[in-house]
């Protein structure tokens, strides 16, 4: 099924393909899988955007050494990192965010199996 596409990723740098886009509703399906969750169409903004953080991680990978402003100096190594370096830690970052507080309901359907918090009381 696909629920990103590749006008789904609005990046300047990154040139992303299909084989990315694959990545990244893969990726969207794996966490539906692991949070026993249904998937509905259209996918939720947040489920999307995971899609296209894993699509950038994906191609941030395939791209990493291959910028030609990253200059060297010869004594302390890379003197200005890597454009594609910098995106795949921000991407990254991301991505991580959104899985950490991702719950069943974030797929629109109800029924799988949620984290839930339970409050606590003193008698």
Partial sequence: MSYITLNDIFDEVLTCTDEDITVGNDTIARE??????????????????????????????????????????????????DVYAQKLKM??????????????????AMGGRARYSIPLHRS
């Fill in 32 to 81: 539906a899988r692991r949070l026993h969750a249904k998937i509905v169409d259209p996918v939720a903004p947040i489920i999307k955007r995971l899609g296209v953080c894993a699509a950038c991680c994906n191609r941030c990978l395939m791209q990493a050494g291959t910028d030609p402003t990253t200059t060297f100096n010869g004594a302390n190594g890379v003197e200005y990192s």
């Fill in 91 to 108: 991407y990254r970052t991301e991505m991580d965010r959104i899985i950490s507080t991702l719950t069943a309901e974030d797929f629109g």
